[in-house]
């Protein structure tokens, strides 16, 4: 064991040092990386030592709750961000970017588990709604598959993308686009990524009026508008709580400008 626990946490800190900011989902699956790597023997060694849950422990001993070794990373310090809370080193000097991109790497992890069922909702109510699918195209980087539906006259794109942080920078590239489309994305714990989407986006969205987001809820297999209004009205009846759903994006819009206000007074 004297062996085991420095090894441990050596393939962890060098990850801990390239990412200064980390979920604790993104912690644990890390913990899980390395322990899972382990010959059977030391595995067999760390359960006979803790007697307990061994990933849990040591990441319990990284986040400050106990203790554990001189060796263990420090990142106890605790910061929230999007609704999301995050770990981070003692002696570092945190910067915005850092914790978006945390907030990404949470989000692709997360969607990691449910990408496939996210697809099979959507595709059911496109189908319910009485359209065919012509194409899917491949996947590229921050973007897990673009879907080409169509009925009668009329056409739908769709891009699945893994959560509503990475629509901004799909903004430019949805300017261009004639066809009706939508970019899907997956619900979120908060509603703070979508308040800020909004806060920080407002301008551009003006730029590209047709285009709509959809929000799918793995957990309810239901989804509801958050941005714009279908024209088929066949789609309109599969969404959920359509209204409802976009007086609230409507909510924050007006809760968006006044802050914006209040911000130019000062």
């Known amino acids: 064991m004297d062996n085991l626990l420095p090894k441990i946490y050596g393939g962890l800190s060098s990850y801990l040092q390239e990412h200064k900011a980390v979920s604790g989902e993104e912690l644990i699956w890390k913990i899980s990386e390395v322990v899972d790597s382990l010959p059977e023997h030391k595995k067999k060694e760390l359960e006979e030592v ?13 986040t400050g709750k106990i203790r554990l070794s001189v060796f263990s990373p420090d990142m106890h310090v605790q910061l929230n961000y ?6 981070c080193p003692p002696t570092h000097k945190y910067m915005p970017d850092e914790l978006e991109k945390a907030f990404k790497r949470l989000a692709n992890l ?28 491949s996947e590229t980087a921050g973007e897990y598959k673009a879907i080409k539906a169509g009925k009668d006259d009329l056409e739908l794109l769709l891009f699945i993308l893994p959560s509503i942080v990475f629509v901004p920078d799909k903004l430019e590239e949805l300017t261009k686009l004639i066809s009706e489309h939508v970019v899907v994305v997956s619900s979120e714990n908060s509603p703070a990524p979508f308040v800020s989407f909004i806060r920080e986006n407002m301008d551009r969205l003006r730029k590209t ?7 799918v809820n793995p957990d309810t297999r239901t989804i509801s508008p958050f941005l ?18 976009l007086l609230a994006t409507q909510n924050w819009m007006r809760g968006a400008v006044r802050s914006r206000v209040l911000d130019e007074d000062f």
Do not use: C
Not at 50 to 62: L, T
Not at 82 to 87: A, R, V
Not at 234 to 245: G, R
């Open 110 to 137: 997360r969607f990691s588990r449910v990408s496939q069922t996210v697809e099979e909702i959507l595709m059911d109510l496109i189908r319910k709604s009485g359209y065919d699918v012509s194409d899917i195209l």
């Open 228 to 245: 714009g209004t279908p024209k088929d009205k066949e789609i309109w009846n599969h969404l959920k709580d359509p209204e409802k759903s």
């Open 50 to 62: 803790f007697q307990a849950d061994a990933k849990q422990m040591i990441f319990d001993g990284i």
């Open 82 to 87: 999007l609704g999301e809370l995050f770990y």
């Open 209 to 215: 009026p047709k285009t709509m987001i959809w929000v």
